[in-house]
């Protein structure tokens, strides 16, 4: 099943790893240094141009991809649990 990020965006739910909020978890430097090695390189993908709330890390092709959306955690929580 599917699970849709905003905009056109939707990913398969087997790929997902983690959902994370962004304003509680950027508050370490950890979050901003691995979010910013995942823009640098080419693995970040922004889903919406408003105000990003959350971040899906995913496994696609044996690589982590890092989706910045602006529904929050608890709308993909909601939309996950439908699917089961």
């Given at each position: 099943m599917y699970i849709h990020l905003g905009e056109s965006i939707s990913i398969n739910d087997t790929t997902v790893i983690g959902v994370?909020?962004?304003e509680n978890t950027t508050?370490?430097?950890d979050t901003r240094?691995?979010?910013n090695r995942m823009k640098k390189e080419g693995r970040a993908v922004e889903v919406?141009?408003?105000m990003p709330k959350s971040f899906v890390v995913c496994?696609?092709?044996g690589e982590e991809v890092a989706?910045?959306?602006s529904i929050s955690v608890a709308t993909l929580?909601?939309?996950a649990k439908t699917l089961f």
């Open positions: 994370f909020d962004l508050i370490g430097q240094m691995y979010l919406s141009a408003e496994m696609e092709n989706y910045i959306s929580k909601k939309r």
